[in-house]
């Protein structure tokens, strides 16, 4: 996560404007079809589970829920085959710290695509790389200039520890130069639909990088199909080879309440944020719950605004896996 001290804008606002984007169960599972998860994406919801059309929308779904949506900044979140529990928060660009790198994994893997368990490509650190290894203003991860490293571990060391430095050298890696990959960032981002999204680098220092909780729940479905993403974000602990040093990942929800990902983000002017992704089941059926929390505490520490990005994302996963199964059930 970047960890640069910048003066501190005005702390941001308590938004008193209240939205939701609610689906219906119908538009949910057609949006579904195909995305190819090993979650239950679309078709017959399950036993004691509203089929789409049956007259259940995820409209009357969320009401029941009673969501526990933070105060100030945005979230929004979804339920793989059964849709949007809502949308929370003005959703206006922001800073996205280090939140950021759930585009570069994505990018990284859509065009150097590898097999689950497996190490994936050799890459080689550069200079640049080691000698920003041990930068005193960001987050980084030791590499050694000339030592090749697999791109798994690299993967691992961008999302784990969130190495900028390591995301740096993904992006020269990857396509050349970190320009041409930040052009593919936001090429991949257009198609997605993340109209709300812009990005100026890699790994998320750049304040001028900014999306909206919306478009990062866009992004991390996409993600989470791939299964050798899946498995680097939910990956505990990182050993970075030669330097003796073992990371823990930055998510503190990792582990708990069924949460088998995401990734985190913090710095000064974006405030804590956090995309979480967490199981639950469901009349017999494993479906993938997915939030994000953008925007806590902005203008104040990198601690305050990471405690209550993870505050406000476990009260929501924790919510909506206690509250959902039994709001799913035929009246």
Do not use: C
């Not at 105060?71 to 949308?87: F, P």
């Not at 798994?152 to 890696?173: C, D, F, H, K, Q």
């Amino acid at each position: 996560m970047p960890h640069t001290r910048v003066p501190a804008p005005a702390p941001s606002s308590r938004f008193g404007f209240r939205r939701s984007l609610l689906v219906p169960l119908a538009a949910a599972l057609a949006l579904a079809t195909g995305m190819g998860t090993w979650y239950a994406l679309g078709g017959p919801a399950g036993p004691g589970v509203p089929a789409a059309g049956s007259g259940a929308t995820v409209a009357a779904v969320a009401r029941s829920l009673h969501l526990p949506w933070p105060a100030e900044g945005q979230a929004s979140v979804a339920v793989e085959g059964i849709g949007s529990l809502g949308t929370r928060g003005e959703q206006r660009p922001v800073p996205i710290a280090s939140v950021t790198k759930v585009m570069t994994a994505y990018v990284i893997l859509k065009e150097h695509p590898m097999r689950a368990g497996a190490p994936g490509a050799a890459v080689t650190a550069d200079e640049q790389a080691a000698n920003e290894s041990y930068s005193s203003v960001e987050t980084t991860a030791p590499v050694l200039a000339g030592r090749t490293y697999t791109q798994r571990l690299l993967l691992e060391l961008m999302m784990v520890p969130s190495g900028n430095n390591v995301a740096r050298l993904l992006a020269r890696w990857g396509e050349g130069s970190e320009k041409a990959f930040v052009a593919k960032m936001n090429e991949t981002a257009a198609a997605l639909g993340m109209e709300r999204t812009t990005y100026t680098g890699v790994s998320g220092m750049e304040t001028s990088t900014r999306s909206t909780a919306a478009d990062q729940l866009r992004l991390a479905r996409a993600a989470m199909k791939d299964p050798v993403f899946r498995e680097i974000v939910a990956t505990r602990t990182v050993e970075a080879p030669g330097a003796g040093v073992t990371f823990r990942n930055t998510n503190k929800l990792l582990g708990r309440d069924g949460v088998i990902g995401l990734k985190t983000g913090s710095s000064t002017p974006a405030g804590g944020n956090l995309v979480w992704a967490s199981t639950q089941d469901i009349a017999g059926t494993t479906r993938l719950i997915l939030g994000v929390v953008l925007h806590q505490r902005a203008g104040t520490s990198l601690a305050e605004g990471s405690a209550a990005a993870h505050e406000a994302g476990r009260a929501l996963v924790t919510a909506v896996r206690a509250t959902l199964p039994d709001a799913l059930r035929p009246v």
